[in-house]
């Protein structure tokens, strides 16, 4: 099988994320894709930044996926605890599928700060890194540790979790840019209202 891990805050999911890795599957004959939710996100928490709960952000993931076919919410990193490393969601799906091919997916904005991950040169060993960005976009690659490839597309929407916070802040209709299905949670939760 050919396995594609799509890991991240979600803080929260939005259609651009959704988009990413249905081209990724539809692009590289994936067979599934796993939304892997970060029970700790290291590099946000270093900087500070306020984070919604691992599980509630779990439940927007589970909730914006359910009918979307191939791809699926992962609770490997919220399982294990503690710091979420990419090293550590790589073993964690091996072991669930062993013969498989896996598939890293990251973002432009993520691929340029791979340089900084920890453990990373132990999560390249064992996975195929698939950068996917908008076409124009100017990318940095990782470096030579890397079996990566870039995939580029023109309808890749640009939207970033920031934005939606702000916008949920302010109280503005996010109904283009987040799944439908999470706007009960959102509004049941009072996430990123506070701001209001």
């Not at 994320?17 to 249905?22: F, G, M």
């Not at 399982?79 to 062993?98: E, F, K, Q």
Request: charge should be negative; include cysteine; glycine fraction near 8%.
């Amino acid at each position: 099988m050919k396995i594609g891990i799509f890991g991240g805050t979600f803080d929260p999911i939005h259609k651009g994320h959704i988009a990413c890795a249905l081209f990724a599957k539809e692009t590289l004959n994936l067979d599934l894709v796993y939304f892997v939710v970060a029970h700790d996100p290291w590099q946000k928490s270093v900087a500070g930044s306020q984070i919604a709960p691992a599980e509630l952000r779990y439940s927007m993931v589970e909730a914006a996926l359910v009918n979307i076919e191939g791809l699926f919410p992962s609770h490997v990193d919220i399982d294990r605890g503690g710091p979420s490393y990419s090293a550590d969601t790589v073993i964690s799906i091996s072991h669930l599928h062993p013969d498989s091919d896996l598939y890293l997916i990251v973002g432009s904005d993520v691929a340029k700060d791979i340089g900084t991950w920890h453990r990373g040169e132990e999560a390249s060993k064992n996975v195929k890194l698939v950068v996917v960005a908008r076409k124009g976009t100017e990318v940095v690659m990782p470096g030579p540790i890397w079996d990566s490839m870039l995939i580029e597309d023109d309808n890749l929407p640009e939207i970033s979790s920031t934005e939606c916070r702000h916008f949920i802040s302010e109280g503005s209709d996010i109904s283009g840019i987040v799944p439908e299905e999470i706007i009960p949670i959102l509004d049941a939760n009072s996430v990123y209202y506070g701001n209001r």
